[in-house]
């Protein structure tokens, strides 16, 4: 399967570079990218067996703080038993102050990953109305095809790695709910509204902190992936696009020895239907 990524025309510099832009939530047209709503810090079961696992030693910690002849008029095992019978009230409380912190909570976390992750977002649609008008500057732009068996595309560090590689998105009407002491993956990550379900979307998450260049600070700075010529299978030019630019495509893929193997083909709108025709 190939995946495809939409260019405006002036972007001819990812060809040229062979750099592509991972970008930051933060600059992204859908505001709940990597947004789902925090529920809770934890469910009250897991809550309740953390506080059993660690109450012993707790207890241990601070009763050997204290003075001998003080200490000897406090049994730990009394005290572990009242501790033990007030934890119902201690969890309500617990409950009471997590509901209030969530707000805090989760724009703190979607603000953190905005500055940690970058997304490059690819889609199994070369030939979609919409997103040649969006994404490629009404049909004036360029799509790149790529081979998504490349190397670059699964850069995995372990087998438990969550990010660095391609996975498909999932689209869902209602936001993923997330409690923290349940996050077994990055699946969370995954899902977008259901009203972006044309953009058959596959998306590769990547730590920011590992770009071949960056350019400028903040949310709005571009941070530049190196990829392989290899990884290219194709360059689609926009029905729209003008003569100087294709010729400027053609140009870079015939002097660019690397892209050789690279095939330039035209778009053209249907002369009966709605479609966008690219030749095979």
């Keep these: ?37 925090l529920a809770a810090i934890a469910t ?20 050997a703080k204290l003075p001998n002849e003080l200490r000897s008029l406090i049994p730990a095992h009394a005290l572990e038993a009242f501790l033990k019978s007030q934890l119902s009230t201690l ?20 603000r953190k990953l905005e500055e940690l992750f970058g997304i490059l977002c690819l889609t199994e649609d070369p030939d979609n109305l919409l997103m040649w ?53 990055g699946s969370i990550f995954l899902t977008k509204g ?20 960056t350019i400028g600070a903040g949310p709005e700075a571009v941070h530049l992936f190196a990829f392989p010529a290899d990884a290219v299978k194709s360059i689609v030019l926009g029905s729209r696009m003008l003569e100087s630019k294709k010729e400027e495509i053609q140009s870079l893929l015939s002097e660019l020895p690397q892209y050789s193997h690279v ?3 035209q778009a053209e709108i249907d002369a009966e239907h709605y479609l966008v025709r690219i030749p095979s």
């Excluded at 953390?50 to 910690?61: C, D, G, H, I, S």
């Excluded at 998504?148 to 590689?165: G, I, K, Q, W």
């Design 1 to 37: 399967m190939s995946l495809y990524k939409y260019l405006h025309p002036d972007r001819t510099d990812v060809v040229q570079n062979q750099c592509i832009r991972f970008s930051s939530p933060a600059v992204l047209n859908d505001p709940f990218e990597l947004k789902p709503h």
């Design 44 to 63: 009250p079961d897991y809550a309740a067996a953390e506080f059993k696992r660690v109450l012993p030693r707790v207890l241990t910690e601070e009763l």
């Design 91 to 110: 969890h309500a409380s617990l409950n009471s102050l997590s509901t209030q912190m969530m707000p805090h909570l989760q724009e703190t976390m979607a």
């Design 133 to 185: 008008a969006h994404y490629a500057d009404s049909h004036r732009g360029f799509v790149i095809e790529f081979d998504e068996t490349s190397p670059f595309f699964d850069r995995r560090v372990n087998a438990d790695d969550e990010l660095r590689y391609l996975r498909k998105v999932i689209y869902s009407r209602k936001r993923p709910s997330l409690t923290l002491s349940d996050v077994e993956d």
């Design 194 to 213: 259901d009203a972006w379900e044309y953009e058959a979307e596959w998306r590769m998450i990547v730590p920011l902190s590992d770009a071949s260049k």
């Design 263 to 265: 095939c330039c083909k």
